[in-house]
């Protein structure tokens, strides 16, 4: 056992690639046999995906999912963010550069459009929850951003370590639910065109949410989901421990 | 050969990547602002340009190509490592703070959709 074990830790990348393609196949086989190809395969795996990442951490206690179990490491390395981000450029190859050009202000207004509705959205759930102090209120609509966009507010303004850790975790649900409720909500919001899908990509914001989502959604729409959403960290970042920041210490002067 | 279109996407990778470093230290954000999307961008200018020179065969496109179809494995392997045990286990309060936002975003894009496409007729 002890051989088996730590050769599958050695060999980390190459496991993972075994593990996930039977995640893949059996996916597909739910898909056709138990749903009659009405959830695609791919949301299956995600959510497969989602339910062991659930079970690492509650046997671990860490925070990588499966990844902190040892002989599952490699995931960490085929799902960290250099082989997404390799593989979310790749797929720009079947994208189309006029259709972006012409979306390109949409894209604009989405994404900041995105992360102050999302930043008010965080604001006023903290609000309801007796938040009343600008820095905690700042945070955690930070939060609502992403999850990288909360703790790194919240580390600029100087806010609490118990509400950077809300903000975190409000960051982790939101790409959570975006990745598992993207395909679900598509057909109602015209999500089915590279249009509606840059839009959507700088509205969410949450790159690992957009493009997991939009894969299970439609592969094709995924370069331009992902390709807004890039730059909705980097602005969120720079907006929301400024001038929304200031803002928000105006309206809660104390 | 494959390993030119490898090629080809990890230097779009890393000038998109390096170039979007360096417009976060130039805003002082202390994040990467976009260095996908310009990775993608240049990867779409060199791969017309490329095109239109004749210089792409198909082996060097199967190199970029290999990447964008591994793209669902490699999101099924990334939502194995994600947090979920904290999103679900963070109480009331995140959650909604996370949920609510979204919904709120739902709700504008049909709008955002219609001048976004109502503008590419003109």
Redesign the interface.
């Known amino acids: 056992m002890e051989i088996i074990s730590k050769f599958l830790e050695k060999n980390g990348i190459v496991f993972?690639?075994l593990v996930?393609?039977l995640?893949?196949y059996f996916s597909e086989l739910i898909s056709v046999k138990a749903t009659n190809k009405k959830i695609p395969g791919?949301a299956i795996?995600?959510?497969?995906?989602?339910?062991?990442?659930?079970f690492?951490?509650?046997a671990t206690g860490g925070?990588?999912?499966?990844?902190d179990i040892k002989i599952?490491s490699g995931?960490?390395v085929?799902?960290?963010s250099m082989?997404?981000?390799?593989?979310?450029?790749?797929?720009?190859?079947?994208?189309s550069?006029i259709v972006?050009k012409?979306?390109g202000?949409?894209g604009v207004?989405?994404l900041f459009?995105?992360i102050t509705?999302?930043?008010?959205?965080?604001a006023?759930?903290?609000l309801l929850?007796g938040y009343h102090d600008a820095i905690s209120l700042t945070t955690?609509g930070a939060?609502?951003?992403t999850y990288?966009v909360g703790p790194?507010t919240g580390a600029a303004i100087g806010a609490s370590s118990d509400v950077i850790?809300?903000s975190?975790?409000?960051?982790?649900?939101?790409?959570?639910?975006?990745?598992i409720?993207t395909p679900f909500?598509a057909k109602y919001?015209?999500?089915n065109n590279p249009?509606?899908a840059?839009?959507?990509g700088g509205?969410?914001g949450t790159?690992?949410g957009v493009?997991?989502g939009l894969?299970a959604t439609d592969?094709t729409l995924?370069?331009y989901g992902?390709?807004?959403a890039?730059?909705y960290?980097?602005?969120g970042?720079?907006f929301c421990p400024s001038l929304l920041f200031i803002m928000m210490k105006i309206v809660f002067a104390d | 050969m494959i390993i030119y279109g490898v090629g080809i996407l990890a230097f779009c990778y890393v000038v998109g990547q390096i170039f979007g470093e360096f417009i976060g230290k130039l805003i002082g954000v202390d994040a990467n602002v976009g260095g996908v999307g310009f990775a993608m961008i240049l990867l779409i200018l060199i791969n017309d340009w490329l095109k239109k020179k004749n210089y792409l065969d198909t082996s060097t496109e199967k190199g970029i190509l290999f990447w964008s179809q591994m793209y669902i494995p490699i999101v099924v392997a990334m939502s194995a490592t994600q947090n979920v045990k904290v999103a679900v286990s963070s109480g009331f309060m995140a959650i909604l703070a996370g949920i609510v936002p979204v919904l709120i975003c739902i709700a504008v894009i049909p709008f955002l959709a219609k001048i976004s496409k109502s503008s590419q007729i003109d």
Not at chain 1, 63 to 67: C, D, Q
Not at chain 1, 117 to 122: E, N, T, Y
Not at chain 1, 168 to 179: E, H, L, P, R, S
Request: proline share 2%; glycine share 14%; aromatic share 12%.
């Open positions: 993972t690639f996930v393609s995640i893949i791919s795996a995600i959510i497969i995906g989602l339910l062991l990442a659930y690492g951490g509650v925070e990588k999912g499966i990844a599952f995931f960490g085929l799902g960290g082989f997404r981000d390799f593989a979310i450029v790749s797929t720009a190859m079947g994208a550069f972006i012409r979306t202000w949409a207004i989405s459009l995105g509705l999302s930043f008010i959205g965080g006023l759930i903290a929850w955690i939060g609502a951003c990288i790194v850790a809300l975190i975790a409000a960051g982790v649900v939101k790409a959570v639910f975006v990745t409720g909500i919001i015209g999500l249009h509606t840059m839009v959507y509205l969410m790159t690992s493009s997991a894969a592969p995924v370069p992902a390709l807004t890039t730059f960290t980097g602005l970042c720079l």
